[in-house]
């Protein structure tokens, strides 16, 4: 589904180049529900980026053979001066989707009430999550793409629809979620990697690679 060819990808901190990834070369398989133990400041985002076409790698290339996700929580290409609303009704025009449909569901699975109308810089961290976690999972993506982790809610109604929604997707997809929270990597993944020294060591199990994250951290 996404392949890495001899990836490499590196970052110049003003004193030194940062290595975020070294020749690096896999294939994440359908159903391949990949959680990758990474520290911060080991480039989790960045990693992400690229597997979501979001940045270029140094050398080497990336083939998608699927369709796949923004990141959950990229509002890059969401419009702070419109409402969620209007940016609901536009994105999904661009990917083709039925704007109604695609607004209804995304109402009410955020159940912002009438910040919905509202322009997103008005809204909270809070509410700018539930937007972006509705707009990816009013998508029929092959794969999906989450950094860090899942937005989280005091709002118990709220944490039910879009854990009973997510479950459903990933019944039929392919995720990789990256994150230094082992937990949630527990809930979601099948298999596990460890992100380390530009080097990504892939792992059958999450107690596998959590053996190497703790030894490297």
């Given at each position: 589904m996404l392949e890495f060819e001899s990836v490499s990808k590196t970052y110049w901190t003003g004193q030194q180049r940062k290595i975020i990834l070294e020749?690096?070369?896999?294939?994440?398989?359908?159903?391949m529900n990949l959680g990758i133990l990474a520290r911060n400041g080991t480039g989790k985002t960045t990693i992400i980026n690229m597997m979501a076409g979001l940045e270029k790698p140094d050398r080497g290339?990336?083939?998608r053979n699927c369709a796949v996700s923004f990141?959950?929580?990229f509002i890059g290409g969401l419009e702070t001066k419109h409402s969620g609303r209007?940016?609901?009704?536009?994105?999904?025009?661009?990917?083709?989707?039925?704007?109604?449909?695609?607004?209804?569901?995304?109402?009410?699975?955020?159940?912002?009430?009438?910040?919905?109308?509202?322009p997103i810089g008005t809204y909270s961290q809070g509410m700018r999550a539930r937007l972006s976690l509705a707009l990816m999972m009013a998508m029929n993506f092959d794969l999906y793409l989450i950094d860090e982790g899942m937005p989280t809610t005091t709002d118990v109604e709220f944490n039910r629809?879009?854990?009973?929604?997510?479950?459903?997707?990933f019944q039929y997809s392919t995720l990789v979620i990256v994150s230094h929270d082992e937990e949630i990597l527990s809930k979601f993944c099948n298999c596990a990697a460890v992100m380390h020294s530009g080097k990504l060591y892939f792992f059958d199990t999450l107690q596998e690679a959590k053996v190497l994250y703790d030894y490297t951290g």
């Amino acid at each position: 589904m996404l392949e890495f060819e001899s990836v490499s990808k590196t970052y110049w901190t003003g004193q030194q180049r940062k290595i975020i990834l070294e020749d690096a070369s896999f294939t994440i398989e359908r159903g391949m529900n990949l959680g990758i133990l990474a520290r911060n400041g080991t480039g989790k985002t960045t990693i992400i980026n690229m597997m979501a076409g979001l940045e270029k790698p140094d050398r080497g290339k990336i083939h998608r053979n699927c369709a796949v996700s923004f990141p959950l929580g990229f509002i890059g290409g969401l419009e702070t001066k419109h409402s969620g609303r209007e940016n609901v009704r536009y994105i999904s025009a661009l990917y083709s989707l039925e704007p109604d449909e695609v607004e209804a569901f995304c109402r009410w699975l955020c159940d912002i009430g009438e910040y919905f109308d509202m322009p997103i810089g008005t809204y909270s961290q809070g509410m700018r999550a539930r937007l972006s976690l509705a707009l990816m999972m009013a998508m029929n993506f092959d794969l999906y793409l989450i950094d860090e982790g899942m937005p989280t809610t005091t709002d118990v109604e709220f944490n039910r629809r879009a854990g009973q929604v997510m479950r459903e997707r990933f019944q039929y997809s392919t995720l990789v979620i990256v994150s230094h929270d082992e937990e949630i990597l527990s809930k979601f993944c099948n298999c596990a990697a460890v992100m380390h020294s530009g080097k990504l060591y892939f792992f059958d199990t999450l107690q596998e690679a959590k053996v190497l994250y703790d030894y490297t951290g």
